[in-house]
């Protein structure tokens, strides 16, 4: 513990010296970053297959692609970024300017998930380096390999001085917790997320929660069969491609009206076959599950018998950890329809490979069916229905929206990613990256040839009178009154 | 009736009344265009209607001078309901932005939405200011309201339940009175946001209920905001400012007041001198019988303050000032000369009439002891020495400053007022109240068109080439990849 203070104590003194908020050495981290993620694909592909069993499609795709793209543009625009921005002025200030000035917090905490390991632990850094701070990366111990990756090549590629990674479980997270902050980055579960926010509050830290929640997928009535069949392909591949159902904007469960299910559940079950083959765990195309905990708690989900019950694919049994894989079971691509409201697969999010479908008798349900549940972080509804999408934006509440898709949310730079109630606090990618590890300061500058004389006691009627014309801008009023060609109006007396 | 009266609003009422609210947020009136201006509208009506009330509650509860509480509280907040009168089409709108090679083809754009039901708890020293611009900021984004005034400041308090609920939708905006036992009943409610004015202390316990139900926050704190006062200035000019960012502000009882300044050794004597003059001159000779400058709020507070001067390697250092009228609730402008630096009124936020100074070699250093304590919510500079300014601006960190006067900052539309570290988190004014109290919902449409398969199994290396291309935006890469994607 007295070693950490000390750690901590060095970087705060680095941050002081000024280093991380040059221009120069925010360019070589990142940089720094992009060699890292080129040189070491291969690498980076071993151990989310270790960790995860994942594809290295899949590991390009979620977590390599994305980082490289976002630090390119965090290159590209460090420089607007990094610039004040003028404020406009009233006339009536006269002689003085005003510029919002970004900068760094100082030291920071990154906290990040297991299940994009690789891609949750440097997206944040790259909005902290950019903006200027030092800071501390925490990744999770459920990914064991990929923490060890990223303890060893981040300080072989970025300076140690001021970005530092920690690894380590649940005690060593409590005692960095403890610790004062600039601010708390963290992406997990909300019941952490509580403790996080919890800890923060002692020391009147910000932080910023990526959380989760159930993110539902409208699939309303589509009339091309082109477009069923993207859509499909697009709910499936988001489900079970993206980790295996264990990702925060993966699709949760799909809403459906009674009459397009037929089509709908026949057409998944196609495309099931089409896209991760006869037996997709020989397609190695679905992640695993990461441990033993969460295999479990997801086998538990079905164990339920009204649950079991409403399984249409597969009702193949669920497999035991491939002896040279480390990360814990594979579970079968899982449809069902009409599970019990009630039952935990309803309530709880599902964070693996089991796809409810509710239907209802009209596809206007799915709004008021999503209201009545915690806000998500991120609402899918495949529709081309223009009155349909206006309501679903204005009636519903998430983090975000997308249409006809789903994750690709995740790649835009240019929209906030965050969560809204229990999905989370704050947003970052792109430019709000920066902003989420930025203090944007207020300054103004006045000078000292005019004044206003009479913003100074001894207070009089006359004073009060010019007052009431500068807040009105009412600027000829505010020269007859100086010129004195204008009576006061006398003041309520106290 | 003698029993509602008595009843005490605890953790029934308060669950009672946020279910009211979510209901009429429910329903959707808050959001309407219409409605938000109907509430503004209503709000600036209030205040030009009953000014006199207003400054009669404010002489109350702080013997806040008529022009102080004019230009503090009044048209400041008559400004904020203007300001969003007139620009809320504009902030209600989506905003397009760009969306890149990546995600084509697809069109996205930013939505502000309301959060739901929010709770502000505002402060005792502007207690209608710090009441009504949090509000006008939750309606304006469409929100519903609950506010909770100070009891400290009863007269406004008590002014402010009777008003909103005469001038606004009581629907949708409601005032809780109350203190310690009201507040945790509200605290322990969960909220979509929480907007505190207030003290350090009470932030963390906001924060910490906060967090039981990941409820985003927003904190206006304090701390002892400096003012480095160089010898190149224009002293008479700076001496004004220096008294109306002090005294005439709430008899320095304002987060954003000057608590202490820095100045040279050899410059502090001409300093010192100018300020009595100053101050003779806004206030008198005898400066605690004038009625231009408020009371010390309460007893509890006289009595700190009384206790910060009476310490005493304190009291001795005293050059201007440090008469005290209990009855009246008043002490003098008082100006000391280097306190000890480990003395409670250097180590708290002085927040009354005292003003220490404390002298060093140059004014680099000053700046040194600034960083050394908490992070201010305001910092100032007096100077006429463009590189000291820049200086400033660069190495010392605040919540918000000002070079050359003092407080003024905050009357700037265009600029974000909130703290940072100790200071506070969050900011509001103008475009930033509605942008607090709004969800920007990223919204993005795509079309059936376009790369499907490609992202998704079965994954096949002439897919994978593709992939790459199109998540790195790379032109080249994405036709050769579709060349040879095409090719057989």
Redesign the interface.
Known sequence: MVDLEKELAAMREYYSSGNTRDASWRRAQLRGLLLLLHENQTEIFNVLKQDLGK????A??DEI??T??SI?YALDNLKGWMSSEK????KV?LL?T?A??P?P?GLVLVISSWNFPIGLSIEPLIGAIAAGNSMVLKPSELAPSCSSFLAQKIPAYLDSNGIKVIEGGPTVGEQLLQQKW?KIFFTGS?GV??IV??A???H?T?VT?E?GGKCPAIVDFLS?S??IE??V??V??AKF?ACAGQACIGIDYILVEKKFYPTLVELIKIKLK????ENPRD?H?VARIINRHHFLRLKCLLDDPNVRASIVHTKKSQEVPHSRISCYGYIEPTILVDPPLESMIMEDEIFGPLLPIITLQKIEDSIEFI?SRPKPLSLYAFTNDRSLRKRI???T?????????AL??Y???????GG???S????YHGKFSFDEFT??????????LV?F?F?????NDH??QL??HC?EYDYLGVILTVLRLKKPKP??A? | MAEEENRVFGASEASLLIRELRDSFKSGRTKSYDWRVSQLRGIEKMIEEREKDIIQALYMDLSKPELESFFSEISTSKSSCKKALKELKKWMMPEKVKTSMTTYPSSAEIVSEPLGVVLVISAWNYPFLLSLDPVIGAIAAGNAVVLKPSEIAPATSSLLARLLEEYLDKSAIRVVEGAVPETTALLDQKWDKIMYTGSGRVGRIVMAAAARHLTPVILELGGKCPAIVDSNVKLEVCVRRIIAGKWAANSGQACISIDYIITTKQFAPKLIDALKKGIEESFGEKPIESPDMSRIVNAFHFKRLVNLLDEERVYHKIVLGGQREEKLLKIAPTVLLDVPEDSQIMQEEIFGPMLPILTVENLEEGFEVVNSKPKPLAAYLFTNNEQLKKEFVQNVSAGGMLVNDAILHVTVPGLPFGGIGESGIGAYHGKFSFDAFSHKKGVMYRSFEGDSSVRYPPYTPKKQRLLKALINGNIIGIILALISWYRK
């Open positions: 594809h290295p499609a899949e390009y795709r692609g994305s490289i793209k390119n404020a406009k002025l009233p200030a003085t005003a919002i000035v900068e917090l600039d909300a997320g509580r926010m919890a923060a509050a002692k009147l910000p929660l959380l091309s082109w477009d993207v859509a392909e697009r499936l591949g491609s089409t896209m991760f083959g397609s195309s209201r934006i204005s009636e509440s998430s983090g975000s929206v997308v249409f006809n898709d690709i949310q790649l835009a730079d240019t929209l906030p990613f809204i109630g229990d989370g606090i704050g947003r203090h944007y300061k207020a300054v103004a500058w006045r000078s000292f004044d004389w913003r100074f006691p001894p207070w004073k009060l007052f009431r807040y003041s309520s106290s």
